[in-house]
């Protein structure tokens, strides 16, 4: 096969991610793809981020096969070194988290001239890692791990201010969204918040995203034209464990055995990722949802660390006896990659976090989507386009209505709508299965091409 073809010259490759779970994992899934086609590859996080990928089972075999670089941080008296990452972080502090990260622009410095890669690999948050590999004559390419419809939509927003003119009507954001953004951004740097417009700008020939032309040809070629570069896309960078290298014990796990006893097709998944939270009112209208729905379920509920909260008092009084038998809810963890390849699972009801989605197409589940904040908006409605999705509109004042929920969940399990959309989603994943390790076999060649640039490579 391709990938395990050797190279003549072997690349160094430093890698940035965001320190976020849902950004680490897409880089780690390239590092992979990197590593098999013989490139050395250096991966550079923080502790608190590579501690907790070392402590994965999904992780932490591979880590020992490249080379991990931790990167510290200024520590703050409200931001040590064990909050280095936005996992259990408040939202509040993210943007702290930001401006920390932009600060260690000099020690990220000290790693490039130690290491010297021909090449860096940086998130759409770090145009200040592109400068500094800049300054040592290291071409640098920024790696998107969301897909190109709405980066583009990002880049259309930050740099004419406004939505209009936008040139896919599909794709949109609703005014109580975008007056929402504004709010939640209002108190960014302002160097953060031209960050991405400076970190596509660096990009050095192309910007590599994670996405395949079937999913988005027309959105990559339009953000190749408006960036005047190549959006390059990686192919779908899903995470799919081997059967004895998933997650832990998942083939055991009891809710593994819950699904077993359910009909094919019958059952929905219900996650909104690992790092939002639902409000109460929130909680309480997914259960109500789910309940006059009549659907089976797993449902993935989650609070914020420190929150002291139990199931049984989050959701409406008595629900958990109404629907016993037919629904389980897990907190805070669940096999994802196992429950979604198991034959009882018909939909996903999730907030349209591009990992999520991707993985979604790959088991061939149609989607129920609740996006929550920024791009997720931009996803659902794209999915809604190919015809995958059925999103669960918010009222005027931007609520929830478990009634909704609860149409859009027999939509997708009972109605021929659903059946329609599962065939089209199953259609996708064949397409681009047919066109297997093209996207990262061209993504290797492109930066094969730049390190060359550098005089990079040793035989």
């Given at each position: 096969?391709?990938?395990?073809?050797p190279?003549?010259?072997?690349f160094?490759?430093?890698?940035?991610?965001?320190?976020a779970?849902?950004?680490?994992?897409?880089y780690?899934e390239?590092?992979?793809?990197?590593?098999?086609?013989n490139?050395?590859?250096?991966?550079?996080s923080t502790?608190?981020?590579?501690a907790?990928?070392?402590?994965a089972?999904?992780?932490s075999?591979?880590?020992?096969?490249?080379?991990?670089v931790?990167i510290?941080?200024?520590?703050?008296?409200?931001?040590p070194?064990?909050?280095?990452?936005?996992?259990?972080?408040?939202?509040?502090?993210?943007f702290?988290l930001?401006?920390?990260?932009?600060?260690?622009?000099p020690?990220?410095?000290?790693i490039l001239?130690?290491?010297?890669?021909?090449?860096l690999?940086y998130?759409?948050?770090?145009?200040?890692?592109a400068?500094a590999?800049?300054?040592?004559?290291?071409?640098a390419?920024?790696?998107?791990?969301?897909?190109?419809?709405?980066i583009?939509?990002?880049h259309?927003?930050?740099?004419r201010?406004?939505t209009?003119g936008?040139?896919?009507?599909a794709?949109?954001?609703?005014?109580?969204?975008?007056?929402?953004?504004?709010?939640?951004t209002?108190s960014?740097?302002?160097e953060?918040?031209?960050?991405?417009?400076?970190?596509?700008?660096?990009s050095?020939?192309?910007?590599?995203?994670?996405?395949?032309?079937e999913?988005?040809g027309?959105?990559?070629?339009?953000l190749s034209?408006?960036?005047?570069?190549?959006?390059?896309?990686?192919?779908?960078?899903v995470?799919?464990p081997?059967?004895?290298?998933?997650?832990?014990?998942a083939?055991?796990?009891?809710i593994?055995?819950?699904?077993?006893?359910k009909?094919r097709?019958?059952?929905?998944?219900i996650?909104?990722?690992?790092?939002?939270?639902l409000?109460?009112t929130?909680?309480?209208?997914?259960?109500?949802?789910?309940?006059?729905?009549g659907a089976n379920?797993?449902?993935v509920v989650?609070?914020?660390?420190?929150?002291e909260?139990k199931?049984?008092d989050?959701?409406?009084?008595?629900?958990?006896?109404?629907v016993?038998?037919?629904?389980?809810?897990?907190?805070k963890?669940a096999?994802?990659?196992?429950i979604l390849?198991?034959?009882?699972?018909?939909?996903f009801?999730?907030?349209?976090?591009?990992?999520s989605?991707?993985?979604?197409?790959?088991?061939?589940?149609?989607?129920i989507?609740?996006?929550m904040?920024s791009?997720q908006?931009?996803?659902?409605?794209?999915?809604?386009?190919?015809?995958?999705?059925t999103?669960v509109m918010?009222?005027?004042d931007g609520?929830l209505?478990?009634?909704?929920i609860?149409?859009?969940v027999?939509?997708?399990?009972?109605?021929?709508?659903?059946?329609?959309?599962?065939?089209?989603?199953?259609?996708l994943n064949?397409?681009?299965?047919?066109?297997?390790?093209?996207?990262?076999?061209?993504?290797?060649?492109?930066?094969?091409?730049?390190c060359?640039?550098?005089?990079?490579?040793?035989a």
């Amino acid at each position: 096969m391709a990938e395990n073809k050797p190279a003549s010259r072997r690349f160094r490759v430093l890698m940035l991610p965001w320190l976020a779970h849902g950004h680490v994992v897409p880089y780690l899934e390239l590092a992979k793809e990197l590593h098999h086609r013989n490139f050395v590859v250096h991966f550079s996080s923080t502790p608190a981020v590579l501690a907790s990928l070392q402590s994965a089972p999904n992780s932490s075999a591979f880590l020992s096969q490249i080379h991990t670089v931790p990167i510290h941080l200024p520590a703050a008296a409200d931001l040590p070194p064990s909050r280095h990452t936005t996992k259990d972080l408040p939202r509040h502090q993210i943007f702290a988290l930001c401006k920390a990260f932009r600060m260690s622009a000099p020690a990220l410095s000290l790693i490039l001239d130690e290491i010297e890669p021909d090449l860096l690999v940086y998130d759409l948050f770090q145009p200040w890692a592109a400068e500094a590999a800049a300054s040592r004559g290291i071409p640098a390419v920024c790696f998107c791990i969301t897909g190109a419809a709405s980066i583009a939509f990002t880049h259309h927003l930050l740099l004419r201010g406004s939505t209009a003119g936008f040139p896919f009507p599909a794709v949109f954001m609703t005014p109580n969204e975008l007056r929402a953004l504004r709010e939640n951004t209002g108190s960014i740097d302002p160097e953060d918040r031209v960050a991405i417009l400076k970190s596509l700008e660096l990009s050095n020939d192309a910007v590599l995203t994670n996405t395949s032309r079937e999913i988005e040809g027309k959105y990559i070629d339009h953000l190749s034209a408006v960036l005047g570069k190549s959006a390059v896309p990686t192919g779908s960078l899903v995470r799919v464990p081997g059967k004895n290298g998933g997650e832990e014990k998942a083939e055991d796990h009891e809710i593994l055995r819950f699904l077993d006893g359910k009909q094919r097709q019958s059952t929905v998944y219900i996650s909104f990722g690992s790092e939002y939270y639902l409000s109460e009112t929130e909680i309480h209208e997914v259960a109500k949802g789910l309940e006059l729905s009549g659907a089976n379920f797993v449902w993935v509920v989650r609070f914020p660390a420190g929150k002291e909260a139990k199931i049984e008092d989050s959701v409406p009084e008595g629900f958990l006896d109404r629907v016993k038998g037919r629904g389980v809810i897990l907190e805070k963890w669940a096999p994802q990659i196992q429950i979604l390849g198991h034959q009882s699972v018909g939909g996903f009801v999730m907030q349209c976090g591009w990992n999520s989605f991707l993985e979604s197409i790959h088991f061939d589940v149609p989607l129920i989507a609740i996006p929550m904040h920024s791009e997720q908006f931009i996803t659902a409605r794209m999915a809604a386009e190919l015809g995958i999705a059925t999103e669960v509109m918010r009222d005027d004042d931007g609520r929830l209505h478990g009634e909704d929920i609860a149409k859009a969940v027999k939509r997708v399990l009972e109605e021929k709508e659903g059946e329609e959309m599962r065939g089209k989603v199953k259609e996708l994943n064949a397409a681009m299965a047919i066109k297997g390790k093209q996207g990262i076999d061209d993504t290797a060649a492109l930066l094969s091409r730049l390190c060359l640039t550098s005089g990079g490579g040793k035989a």
